[in-house]
């Protein structure tokens, strides 16, 4: 593409409201453009870079044995009514009326519409399991968008919907989606994890997100240094061999800590280790309240503790309650002396604790030398603690590590949620009508364009990888009104493009500053400089990753190039 | 592709409220899946032929030097109160609030947005011309959404806009286009006219519509049986030599016509041609009333005389008013010693008549032997008439037919309507500002499909051209319980995907009838039988179109198989 024939709008300035990288190279380097808050053009070489996603995202779902289709964005309000998510998806659905009145969403995702498709056209187990997707714009009201690309209203997104009749079936799919978004992902260039994540109220069971690692993401993951575990923090399970004090017991003792609470408080006035500290708080557990003990340096997870249980609700005690109950606040809750009727869950941690300190449910005061077993009893010991770095992975390879992620992916086992509340059933090999059994898989292809740029980039632009990059090279003369370089420079262009190098010419009047700066900015990965050796037959090619330069004879530059991609 | 892992709803039954071909056969066959009136699902067959049909389209937008982009559905209402569509687009704009209240239109056509954002990255005459290009699902609240895809909702367009300096630069680019456009619809396999169209309301100078010839098609076209000559009826230019009758002059005479109003009526009572009858009606004007005066076998075109008058405005003149004028009702009207106020226009068909038939201005008369210029004077002679079949071609080259049409795409010179409601403007080599001269060119992609459907089919279902099959060859081993047919089926489909064909692979345990009935249904070019000579190596290739089958041997088959693509 002659570069005098697109649109490549770039900016000097930086644009006040961006606040990450990606966002702002990707409007500095005239990729996008916003329209409305959260709504944005892609411009050609954004569409170009898109494109080169969505071929990837196609090959792997070729792959993976998914058919592609494309379904409309306006639904049906009668659709969603039918699933519940028309009452229940609130303001981030958008909703609009046709000229007769009637209702419509603009689709954020396609259950709905595509449970309805397959129970009408797949009524018989013969034709199951089947995995169907496309790659179409969403909309999403987001109440703040934010980051560009990351968090829009209107977005790219490709989704896939299988169906089956069985269970290991469905778990067949959901391990070929696992292998295909790995694979989509490395061929993306992106570093990234798949997170084990919550079903959160959907209700399906297995889940997990493919998270690009960046400080910018908006979710914690703990991973392990030396295997592919990973999980959002909230997910992950401790997995520790909490090794006994070999210290001997000592008799438990009151001490006064007067106006000594919190944690770091009490470890300070009595310079013991806040791993020697147990942490005592009341919870209200499906309406009773139980005693809920953790090491004073780790953190609490309600979630573990929700599911430990098996309860229904979990919510903390307040201060009045937490008075009523043991007549003590907040800061002096403990374990030992209690009213028989309070039950304990502690954290596996607290179990080899040893000459421990806790509070005294007695204001300004906290015991020392507490042994659990011998000063108190717990009911249930399990994992309800939040994992922290340096645990040993859950895996039991390596030590865990946290990072922020952007979710650029998410597999989903579904099972029958939407086919009940649709009726969406079909005929077993006796006649005999049941649900589908469902999953679903989903990736951001505009947030996966923002991911790239958001981890490829430096102080003077973009750094494509080379399957996403818009064009391969960058084909600039640095005077288009010298003969030679301009002549040189369209003859590259005609044979680099004969060997199928996508190549971009530059082929403006502009000053040669602008067009290196503008050259960067937009970061294809190989630039070609015709320049005053034009006529000597020797050219210049500059990696745009490492800025490594060379001059090359033209004759040699095909082979040179061909080289630098097989590395690249 | 194998079938049993893709989505191919055949229905045996004809869809009650399908009135036309493609829209039965489409929905028949599989292709797609109505959700709300005129919204439908593209499934996987739609979605093969319609990524074909978007190929071919990007590779002539590309060589006509298009860029490509895509720019967001959700469009802000402030850009469409700029242009002034917002107020006069009616309810055909879909619209629609986000959570704050903010409204918006989901786009049917994107001037605004490509205007303001060339307007922001293209402030320079240096880097114009420019053409921009997207495909994109649009929005279009018809009132009587119908035909399936050829009047829909939801609808996949491309739309091309382009920027200049000069006219003469927006005739190069429009040239470019129309040349594009007949490309497309050429390799699209269909038979279409490049028509010339009304520019209408919206203040363009050039257009031409690109229409499917097609019984079914709602707009009606004269053409050229030896040219390239077509043009909407409306706009058809008559280009005739009126030969003067031989006929000596006789004297003019009044007879009587009791009863006898029509031009049917008259010329079977008097026994002369509707050819020699001159037909006269009263018109309003710019508020004066003129009489219009065409040949009795002619009709008239109402927006012909509203050009050759210049006029703002033209209307038929009611009965009382036309009493008032000529003291006679609308039958009886002619324009013989009629008052001086009152101006005559005349077809130049009138000019030639000799010896005619008028009305005499006085109920249950007409006169006879009527000759122009001698009994009435006329102000202006000129073309004012509808084209009829039998007419000589306005180019000079052959004779007039007529056919009807479906639209399938739209060139427009747009000039600066856009770009002057918007202020979107350019700096020229002198720092002054100009309003762009804009250029739009819109295909309905979609409709294209459904037009390539309407015109490709036969009784027993879809016959789809090699450019837009889904896939090149359907591949029906006829019996899958029979080791011999499914091994070879299974090889024959892995080395003919090899050659690059693309394959449909009937893998499906069906009876033998169903496979055949289903493959004529769905139409691919070729279909290639595995049957119960598979072990002697032997399978059958048919010709869908022309329902040719031979026996081939397997070693022969990849030849037979290339000669019949290079032929079909």
Redesign the interface.
């Known amino acids: ?1 002659r570069q ?4 490549i ?1 770039t900016l000097r300035e930086l644009p006040s409201d961006a606040e990450i990288k990606s966002h702002q190279l990707l409007l500095r380097a ?1 990729f996008i ?1 916003q ?2 808050s959260g ?6 070489l ?3 870079a ?1 494109d080169n996603i969505e071929q990837i995202v196609r090959e792997e779902m070729e792959k993976a ?1 998914a ?10 309000a009668e ?1 969603w009514q039918d699933s519940g998510r028309w009452y229940t998806y609130g ?2 659905l ?3 009326h ?2 007769h009145d ?1 209702s ?1 969403a ?1 689709g954020p995702t396609h259950e709905e ?1 595509i449970t ?3 129970s ?3 009524p018989s187990y ?2 199951l399991p ?3 997707y ?1 790659i179409q ?1 969403k ?1 999403r ?1 987001e ?1 703040r968008p934010r980051f560009g690309l990351l968090r829009g ?2 977005f790219i997104m490709k989704d896939a919907y299988s169906f089956h009749t069985s269970e290991e079936s469905l778990d067949d799919v959901y391990l070929k989606m696992y292998q295909a978004y790995t694979n989509i992902f490395t061929r993306c260039g992106l570093d990234f994890r798949a997170v084990l994540a919550d079903s959160g109220a959907i209700g399906g069971k297995d889940t997990q997100e493919f998270m690009v690692l960046s400080e910018i993401g908006e979710d914690t993951i703990a991973y392990s240094d030396s295997s592919s575990y990973a999980a959002n923090i909230e997910m992950a399970e401790v997995n520790c061999d909490y090794e006994k004090s070999a210290e001997l017991e000592k008799e438990l003792t009151k001490v006064d800590t007067p106006g000594q609470k919190t944690i770091a408080e009490v470890s300070d006035f009595l310079d013991v280790q806040a791993s020697n500290i147990i942490k005592s708080l009341v919870m209200i557990v499906d309406e009773e309240p139980v005693m809920v003990l953790v090491r004073g340096d780790h953190e609490l997870n309600d979630i573990k503790v929700k599911n430990a249980l098996d309860a229904d609700s979990v919510e903390f005690a307040d201060e009045d309650h937490t008075k009523e109950l043991l007549n003590c606040s907040f800061g002096s809750i403990g374990p030992v002396n209690l009213p028989s009727s309070l039950k304990i869950i502690a954290d596996k941690a607290v179990e080899s604790m040893m000459n421990a300190v806790c509070g005294a449910n007695d204001d300004d005061c906290h015991y020392v030398n507490v042994v659990p077993g011998r000063d108190f009893q717990v009911e249930t010991y399990a994992d309800i603690r939040f994992i922290q770095e340096g645990d040993p992975s859950p895996d039991g390879k390596g030590t865990i590590r946290f990072a922020r992620g952007i979710e650029v992916g998410h597999i989903f086992k579904l099972g029958t949620t939407y086919s009940e509340a649709m009726s969406a059933k079909y005929l077993d090999e006796n006649g005999k009508s049941h649900p589908y059994i469902m999953g679903c898989y989903g990736i951001g292809v505009s947030r996966t364009l923002a991911a790239v740029a958001e981890q490829f980039n430096d102080e003077n632009g973009l750094i494509w990888p080379t399957n996403i990059a818009p064009y391969d090279i960058h084909l600039i003369p640095v005077n288009m009104k010298d003969a030679a370089q301009e002549e040189l420079a369209e003859r590259l262009y005609n044979e680099l493009k004969g060997h199928r190098f996508n190549v971009l010419l530059d082929d ?2 502009e000053r040669p500053g602008v067009k290196f700066k503008d050259s960067d900015l937009i970061g294809m990965p190989v630039r070609v400089t015709v320049g005053k050796k034009a006529a000597e037959g020797i050219v210049e090619v500059k990696i745009r990753k490492t800025g490594e330069m060379q001059e090359v004879k033209v004759e040699q530059l095909l082979d040179v190039l061909t080289n630098i991609f097989k590395e690249l």
Chains 1, 2 share one sequence.
């Open positions: 593409m005098s024939m697109t649109l709008p005239g453009k329209i409305a709504v944005y053009s892609y411009l050609p954004a569409k170009k898109l044995g058919a592609e289709l494309l379904l409309p964005a306006l639904q049906p659709l303001d981030e958008m909703r609009m046709d000229r009637r419509f603009l519409v309805s498709i397959v009408d056209g797949v013969k034709r089947i995995t169907l496309q714009t909309f009201d109440k209203r209107e403006r009047n």
